[in-house]
């Protein structure tokens, strides 16, 4: 059975309003559990919750550091290419948006990509809208094949492939997918993508099931913060983590949690989640998911980022540019989005040392990988 | 209530099954399956004529209420195991099978390697395949990739009576298997198949507890309900030891500000 035959079972008004009727010995009795199940991720996502977020910290941060100790790996997004034939009304990239566009040569992401090794990154994350006359699987392989030497681990955030496209991309050495749902509300999404091929939810929704067959060994997931209600799409989100930590056991399930920034083309969204529901939803996805990677990346500013810190993250982004060439060119392209902590990568690691974290570079290795380039 | 166990598309009321050693009679071990309210019965087929329908163990389990699950109990590897599974099946058995591969004698434990290599086989051949194994959570996982309908993991060894002395294994295989999990062997009283049954077990197997007692029949009754008060707890939702209040928000603080 697929996520989609699981989600399918759920209507999410249905399971919008058992939330909203989830009451605080719900609550205690999931915080108090030492397996989190689906009716307790509802307990922790309500309303009723809200007077809970000390303790649901307290415990995200217990079993965050019991997991993973006190370490945060850092990555850097590289932005390959922003041609994009989708019509996503929430994106600064969406087709209609007239910005300019560009697509890096093989030589630019390389020079991009020796900027961030440079300042100390081994793990990265490749960024490209969908465009398939300009940007091919062909291309984001030889992309991968170009920086390979210089990182232990590369992930990408592009558009969904079919099972042979991620082949294609574990033999080009890359090892993690990213793939948002953006929304798990399927009258929403329809709305939120009027054109382009990323309008098929059903395909979307199974992404990252075609990845983890292909082998990738990182996948992440996450629904984008301000579209839909917050409290019904973590949910789900927690459900399709929980399916994909047994279903592809052998890969590293994440979750991010991106919150809807201004973007060119200024779609104001339509449900903003606070800071205080934020830090609900994060500590409610460590309750479920013990083991998960936790990203926050730079789209939250400095000080809110700095005490989301103890809360269960476990793996940030740092001094990010989202334009494409960014990192070596003075006048780059329009940005995806306005990133907010603007701090370098060593302001960074300062900031994770003087808090009394380590900050991990590199948590991978390509030998891990079949097609390494050792024998 | 429609809370049904379901193996491989089949529906069962019971997630209670039994077994059929060690009873001093037939009729103790007919008094205790009916007691027990089973659906699901195994018989080690060392110990019975599966191609005689006069066998007097075999005659005594009437087909329209139970499930005969026919067993490889005593096979020492892969091959001994699927040779008696193709054994039952060519003599007219339904094609399920519950795997035990156990080449020691003293204490029984299952050979992980041996039970994935035949269940792969098994499984590949039709057969609905059921494998009892030590409570180790990634040979779960090799076993329902391989496509075994079940896992039957052991609360202790065979016939010790001990409980669930693998609790912590167990809970992992629990919280990560996508087929049912069984909790199998080791379990001596009602109270530890309702302890399986409360960490969220699909269903328990008891054979020892029920044949030595000196009353198989009530004991019968009484695993029974073991495993329905279980089960109906974990439904329902139970309670658990709350860690200690904290009063100050250290963590939480900023949000206030």
Request: some cysteine; proline content about 6%; hydrophobic content about 40%.
């Amino acid at each position: 059975m697929s996520f989609l035959e699981q989600i399918n079972q759920y209507d999410p008004a249905e399971v919008g309003a058992r939330i909203e009727a989830m009451g605080q010995a719900d609550v205690e009795r999931a915080l108090a559990a030492e397996r989190v199940r689906p009716e307790d991720l509802m307990a922790l996502l309500s309303p009723a919750a809200a007077a809970f977020i000390e303790p649901m910290a307290q415990r995200s941060h217990r079993i965050t550091q019991q997991r993973f100790g006190k370490t945060i790996l850092l990555y850097a997004p590289i932005y390959l290419s922003n041609e994009c034939s989708n019509g996503c009304l929430y994106c600064g990239f969406n087709a209609t948006n007239k910005v300019p566009r560009r697509t890096l040569t093989l030589d630019e992401i390389e020079r991009d990509a020796r900027v961030l090794h440079e300042q100390g990154f081994r793990h990265i994350l490749l960024v490209t809208g969908e465009a398939p006359a300009k940007v091919d699987e062909e291309y984001l392989a030889a992309a991968a094949r170009r920086i390979r030497p210089l990182f232990s681990s590369i992930s990408i955030e592009v558009w969904p492939m079919g099972v042979d496209g991620y082949t294609k991309m574990v033999e080009a050495g890359i090892d993690g997918l990213t793939i948002y749902q953006e929304t798990y509300d399927r009258t929403l999404y329809e709305q939120l993508h009027p054109f382009g091929k990323k309008r098929d939810y059903d395909y979307r929704l199974i992404t990252p099931e075609r990845g983890g067959e292909a082998g990738l060994r990182r996948i992440g997931i996450g629904f984008l913060q301000g579209l839909g209600d917050f409290r019904t799409e973590a949910f789900f989100t927690g459900l399709h983590a929980l399916y994909l930590s047994k279903h592809f056991w052998r890969s590293l399930i994440s979750i991010s949690f991106p919150r809807m920034r201004p973007a060119a083309g200024a779609f104001p969204p339509p449900h903003p989640v606070t800071d205080p529901e934020l830090v609900q939803i994060i500590c409610a996805m460590r309750l479920l998911m013990p083991d998960a990677g936790l990203i926050m990346s730079t789209r939250e500013s400095a000080a809110l980022r700095d005490n989301l810190l103890p809360l269960g993250i476990t793996q940030m982004s740092a001094g990010s540019c989202t334009a494409p060439g960014g990192y070596s060119d003075e006048d780059d392209a329009v940005e995806q989005f306005a990133i907010d902590d603007d701090r370098s990568p060593a302001e960074m690691a300062e900031m994770l040392a003087a808090r009394g974290y380590d900050p991990v570079w590199k948590d991978w290795d390509e030998a891990f990988l079949q097609t390494g380039s050792q024998p | 209530m429609n809370d049904q166990l379901i193996i491989a598309g089949r529906s069962f009321n019971s997630r209670l099954m039994v077994g059929t050693g060690k009873f001093a009679s037939n009729a103790k071990m007919v008094e205790a399956m009916e007691l027990s309210g089973s659906q699901i019965v195994t018989v080690a087929l060392r110990r019975v004529n599966v191609d005689n329908p006069e066998d007097s163990l075999l005659a005594c389990i009437d087909p329209a209420k139970y499930l005969l699950l026919p067993n490889t109990s005593g096979a020492r590897d892969a091959e001994e195991a699927v040779r008696l599974a193709r054994l039952a099946r060519a003599a007219g058995c339904e094609p399920w099978i519950k795997l035990e591969v156990t080449p020691d004698p003293y204490y029984l434990l299952p050979d992980p390697i041996e039970t994935l290599k035949a269940a792969e086989i098994l499984v590949k051949e039709g057969f609905i395949v059921l494998p009892y194994i030590g409570a180790d959570p990634v040979l779960a996982k090799r076993l329902q990739e391989v496509g075994t309908a079940t896992v039957m993991p052991l609360g202790a060894p065979i016939g010790s009576n001990k409980g669930i002395r693998t609790r912590d294994s167990i809970a992992i295989i629990i919280e990560q298997a996508i087929v049912p999990v069984v909790v199998d062997a080791g379990l001596g009283a009602p109270s530890h198949a309702a302890e399986a049954m409360e960490m969220g077990a699909d269903a328990v197997l008891v054979n020892t507890a029920l044949a030595v007692s000196p009353n198989p029949g009530a004991m019968g009754a009484a695993f029974r309900k073991g495993v329905e008060a279980g089960r109906e707890a974990y439904l329902a939702g139970l309670g658990e030891k709350r860690d200690k209040a904290e009063a100050s928000s250290p963590l939480t603080g900023f949000l206030g500000a």
